[in-house]
Structure formats: C-alpha cells, structure tokens
C-alpha cells in the first residue's frame, strides 16, 4: 500500500505544479500554452509558434479549461510566447524588406494602358455600330438612369413609410404590456383586497368558550371518593379553517392573474419581436436603395461620359494607340467551349461581343486555366455597350466556356497580346 499512496501523492503534486494551461476544442487539444480568459474569448498564446489565438467562449465544443495554479511556470510560458512572437515579426520585416520592390511607374504604365486598351476596344466597336443605334445607346443611358432612380426613390419611400406604420404598431403593442401590467397589479389588489382570511382568523382567536364541567375523581384521608368538576376553554376550528381556505382563495386568484400577466406578455414579447424584425428589415431596404441610386448613378454617369468620349474620339479622327496582336478567336450561338490558348508575359485582351444585342445581358464568359481545368475570372455583365472587355498580366494557357441564358445569342469572341 506504501508505493500506490507515493504515486497517487506524486501525481496530485505534479499536478498542482505544472505550469501549462490547456483547452479542449472539439476533438483538438490545445497543452502546454499559456490562456487569458475574457468575458467573450479565451485568447490562447501558443509558446512554440508566437501564434496568438482568439476563441469565442460562446463555441458549443469549447470545454475542458484547465488554468494551472503554478504562476511561475505560467510567466515562463508567456516569456516563450513574446519571444517566439517578436522572432516572427522579425522574420516577417526582414522578408518584406528582401522582397523585390514593386516599381511605381511601370504599376502606374501599365494601369494606363489597361485603361487604354479598354477605351480603344470599346471605341472599335462604337464604330462598327450605325448613327442610329449609337444614338439609342446614348438615350437609353440617360432613360434607364432616370428611371431606375425613380424606382430607388420609390423604393426608399416606401421602405420608410412602412417603418412608420411599423413604428405606430410598435407603441400599440407597448401600451398593451404596460396595460397588462397594470390589469395584473389591479387583480392582485383586488383578491387582496376581497381576502376574509384575517377576519376569520380573528374570530377564531377571540372565540373561546368554556366547555365541560369534567369531574375528577380522588380519595381524600378518610378514603372518601371525592369529584372535582374541571373546566377549560376551546375556539371554534370551523373559523380556522374557513381562514386557511379563504387564503388558499386568495394566493389563486393571485396565481391567476400571474398567468394571465405571463400569457400576455409571451404574445406581446413575439410581436414586438416580430415587430423589430421587420422595422430592422425595412431599414436596410431603405439603405440600401439608397446605395443602389448611389451605384447606379455613379455607374451610368460614368458610362455616359464614356460615350461622350467615344463620340469626341470619333469626331476628331483619333488613332489607335495600343497595337494588339491577334492570339486567337472565335463566334457562333449557344453554349461552347473554346480551343486551349497560350500568352506570356505582358498585357492581353479577352474581348467578348454579342451581335444584335440591345441589352448588356444574354450570355456570360468564364476563362478557365487549363492546366488545372479550375475558373480563373467570370464576365456576366456586360458594359453599356453589351461588350465583355477584360485586360490581363497573367501569363498561362487557358480556355473559355460561353454560358447562354433564356435566349441564345450570336457572339464572338477574341484574344489579343496589347503593346504600346
């Protein structure tokens, strides 16, 4: 029995001695880290790695907190942690400053001809389109820009004016609780107020009555039976308990009108919940048409100065400045996959046209990278010109996937390298 009592010992001390905390997370163990314990998270300091880790105390698979009592070895754990910390920064700083700086004005070039190269693809098909169909572009800007900001004030109006009459139901459902509250405060007093038991209770005290006589017998000296009449008082039980019953009265009714109070305020707490709900849903209705004229005219204004470009650029004869090379290029109708194609370094041009089309919709175009068959960017939207225009830097072979939506479209598509 002596050397199981020295373990046991043994291990209650090293127990109490060891100077790691640990935290389990679902089936993960965090030991030998050192954790800080907040109302809302526990913050985890892993001494190897310098990693500071925050964990919501609200996690249903957090359990398991152990905070060890050994203040000491918990300090030398932190100590471990900054160090690990501050070596990691170091090597963070010292890699950023080891890496290859970007060049501004190359950044700053090639953004330019981005911006460029979009314009004159944009200026090529504004050419290619007759007087009359430029000119309904034109109007089509400015009539689709009226009439969606038209529809985002309407929509704001009305998410405002629903929050009001939310807002009115809100202060009637209010004035109930306050009502209820005061229905159950008045029968309470009510019940207390109708409540016999004291006067019962009363006369029970006050009712005593001598009841008897009863004779006690005993012999007395000269062995003569003798009787002696004893009397004594009583109260009248019917009193008591017409008290006890007319209390038990009371605290139910009571109890009633406690219930009835909670039945209440259950229905009213839901519709002032729903009530809530839908004024917070009406807000951001508001919020955002307001956002969307925001967008919306910031998008279209810019596509109207655009056109007015374009018509300048045409006007004045201007140039192409971009030379774009050819790479590869395709039409048809319907859904298609394209052959593979390669570009290198250097800025290219994925253009995407529908023929006929009066609206920027109809079909879409994701460019896939080839060698690992996973989307590489997705073009949905069209521009005002119902183009899909997008400039590149990544060098790779690729493919695209032209998706149709309800109707089908006549489309082509063409991949060109861009040089100044």
């Known amino acids: 029995m002596v050397r199981p009592l020295y373990l046991m010992v043994a291990f209650t001390v090293m127990t109490g001695m060891a100077a790691a905390d640990s935290l389990r997370i679902g089936d993960v163990w965090y ?17 190897d790695t310098g990693v500071l880790e925050k964990v919501s105390r609200r996690r249903r698979n957090v359990s398991d907190l152990v905070i060890s009592p050994n203040t000491t070895g918990r300090e030398a754990i932190l100590e471990r942690y900054r160090a690990a910390r501050d070596a990691a920064r170091a090597a963070e700083q010292e890699t950023r400053s080891t890496a290859p700086r970007v060049d501004g ?10 911006s460029l190269a979009l314009f004159e693809s944009q200026l090529a098909h504004w050419q290619g389109l007759s007087p009359e169909r430029q000119e309904w572009i034109e109007q089509g800007l400015g009539e689709t820009l009226e009439q969606r900001t038209v529809q985002r004030v309407a929509d704001h109006s009305q998410a405002v004016e629903q929050i009001e ?34 006067f ?22 000269h062995d003569r039976l003798r009787a002696v009449p004893t009397w004594w008082y009583t109260e009248d039980p019917s009193l008591y308990d017409a008290a006890l019953a007319e209390r038990h009265r ?30 917070s849903q009406r807000e951001r209705d508001a919020r955002a048409a307001l956002s969307k004229a925001h967008d919306e005219t910031l998008r279209y204004s810019a596509w109207q100065a655009r056109v007015a470009a374009l018509k300048e650029a045409e006007a004045t004869g201007y140039r192409p400045q971009v030379i774009p090379t050819p790479i590869a290029e395709w039409s048809g109708s319907g859904e298609r996959r394209s052959p593979e194609f390669t570009v290198g370094r250097g800025l290219w041009r994925l253009e995407c046209r529908g023929a006929g089309l009066r609206t920027p919709s109809g079909f879409s175009v994701t460019l896939y990278d080839a060698e690992t068959d996973t989307p590489f960017t997705r073009i949905s939207n069209g521009d005002f010109l119902g183009m899909r225009a997008r400039i590149f830097d990544r060098p790779g072979t690729y493919y695209v996937v032209i998706d149709q939506g309800i109707d089908t479209v006549n489309w082509e598509v063409s991949v060109t390298t861009l040089d100044l």
């Open 200 to 221: 019962y209770l009363d006369a029970y005290e006050n009712s005593k009555g001598y009841v008897g006589p009863v004779y006690h017998y005993y012999y007395d000296e």
């Open 250 to 279: 009371t605290e139910r009714r009571i109890g009633e009108a406690d219930e009835a109070y909670r039945a209440r305020m259950r229905r009213y707490e839901n519709e002032l919940e729903s009530v809530e709900k839908a004024i």
């Open 165 to 198: 009459v939310l807002d009115s139901n809100r202060i009637v459902v209010e004035e109930r609780v306050v009502s209820a509250a005061y229905a159950r405060e008045a029968a309470v007093e009510q019940a207390q107020a109708e409540d016999a038991s004291n």
């Open 31 to 47: 030991r030998d880290v050192y954790i800080r314990v907040s109302q809302d998270y526990y913050y985890v300091h892993h001494p």
């Open 105 to 114: 004005d190359l950044l700053k070039k090639q953004r330019q001809l981005e």
